[in-house]
Each structure stands twice: as structure tokens, then as C-alpha cells.
């Protein structure tokens, strides 16, 4: 009975589907464990409740392609062996990457900030940026970043996987690439951004079934307007 409803689970659920294929290329045994277990109670929860026709939780497959997008940066997968439901995202992901000339410099990295100034009082936040990027030259690659009139440098990406861009994302890239730092969790180090860190513009990089797209999003008045949103945020806790 475990067996099945687990196969209906995984059959109808895209995001369970992405979820199993991100844990596999996890690189600690027990970690990938782990996410392979809690994946079958899922699974057999998706089976008894299973409704022809209902679509993947957003959030999972969000989360789950995030997780594959890092297991391609390590070379770690075949973009061609991969199932169906999540075969366009890792290919237009990598497609991405390599076909603009974009080298990863960070990926899943955290960045902090204690000092934020807003109308004499100091706030701080921290999050997680999905990658820093940089631009490398080709004939191919320079016509297409000269065509946008961009400059060169780092770049700050967020990977989305939705129909749509929230304009919240300039917000969102701009609390990254003006962060005081980045805190690297396996050695508990803190280290600087690169120093060609762009921070006047960054990327939405949207991943749907449908292709990949790389689309600048400027982040001259976001950066203001995240200060106030933190702020605001403190003073209503």
C-alpha cells in the first residue's frame, strides 16, 4: 500500500517529481537520506489525496529547483537524463549561464548587514542571494550584453520560477548587492562582495516550462525603498 500510494504521489505531483531529482544530487549522503525519507512521507500523503488534474505547491517546486540549479553548477547532472516535469527548467537554466557567458562566483550565498541608516536609526537584516555572477567576453556574449548598454561587472541573479516578475524583486536584489558582507556558513567566515559588484542593476532569471529568460532589473530607487520597508518591518515587532 506504501509502494503505490508513494508511485501516485511522485506520478502526479511535478513538484514531488523535482524534489526526488534535487535530493538525489545532494552531496552529503546523510542530508540526501534524510530528504529522500521525508520525500516518501510526502509522497504517500499526495497519494491518498491524489486529485486528477491539481497542480504542483508552488513553494516545493521553487525550492526543489533551486536546489537542482546548484547540483548543475557543480556538473553534478545530465540535463538530458532528467524527468520531464523538471527537463526545461535545468535546461533553460544551463542554457542560460553558458549561452550569455555568465560565470558563477556565488551561489545559495548569505549576506548580512548590522548598519542600515534610516532617519537616525540602525537597522540589520540578512538573507540569501541565489548567485553572483560575472560576465565573460565572447563574440557571441558581447553582442548581447552591448545591446542592453549595461556596462560589464557582477551581477546579482534571482532565479524565479513564476509566470511573472514581482516588481518586489528590484527590493529583494538590492538588499543583497548593498549588504556589508557575506557569511560563508562551512567556515564561518565573513568575507567581502566582489568588488565589481554592480549595484545599480541586477537580474531576474525566470525559469517556467515554457524557456528561460534573463531580464535586468534596475536597482537605483529599490535600495531606499528596501530601507524603509526594514525599517517600517522593525517598528511594527
Known amino acids: 500500500w506504501k509502494t503505490k500510494m508513494t508511485a501516485l504521489g511522485v506520478a502526479f505531483r511535478d513538484d514531488l517529481q523535482a524534489r526526488v531529482v534535487a535530493a538525489h544530487h545532494l552531496p552529503d549522503g546523510r542530508a540526501r537520506n534524510a530528504a529522500l525519507r521525508e520525500l516518501v512521507d510526502d509522497a504517500i500523503d499526495a497519494g491518498q489525496l491524489m486529485e486528477p488534474g491539481k497542480g504542483f505547491i508552488a513553494s516545493d517546486f521553487g525550492s526543489a529547483i533551486h536546489l537542482l540549479t546548484e547540483a548543475i553548477d557543480r556538473g553534478e547532472v545530465d540535463v538530458l537524463a532528467l524527468p520531464a516535469s523538471v527537463k526545461e527548467h535545468a535546461a533553460g537554466y544551463l542554457a542560460t549561464i553558458e549561452g550569455h557567458g555568465l560565470e558563477v562566483v556565488h551561489s545559495e550565498t548569505t549576506v548580512y548587514h548590522h548598519n542600515v541608516e534610516v532617519m537616525g536609526r540602525r537597522f540589520g537584516y540578512a538573507a540569501t542571494l541565489d548567485r553572483i555572477v560575472r560576465f565573460t567576453r565572447s ?55 566582489p568588488d565589481d559588484l554592480r549595484r545599480d542593476v541586477g ?35
Open 203 to 237: 537580474f531576474a532569471l525566470q525559469l517556467t516550462k515554457g524557456g528561460a529568460k534573463l531580464i535586468p532589473v534596475e536597482l537605483d530607487t529599490a535600495w531606499p525603498a528596501f530601507a524603509g520597508a526594514l525599517a517600517v518591518q522593525s517598528f511594527s515587532k
Open 139 to 193: 563574440d557571441i556574449t558581447d553582442a548581447w550584453w552591448d545591446a542592453l548598454d549595461l556596462g560589464r561587472g557582477c551581477f546579482d541573479v534571482d532565479i524565479k520560477n513564476s509566470k511573472s516578475i514581482d516588481p518586489k524583486v528590484a527590493m529583494q536584489l538590492a538588499s543583497h548587492v548593498n549588504a556589508e558582507g557575506i557569511f560563508d556558513a562551512d567556515t564561518g567566515q565573513h568575507l567581502p562582495l
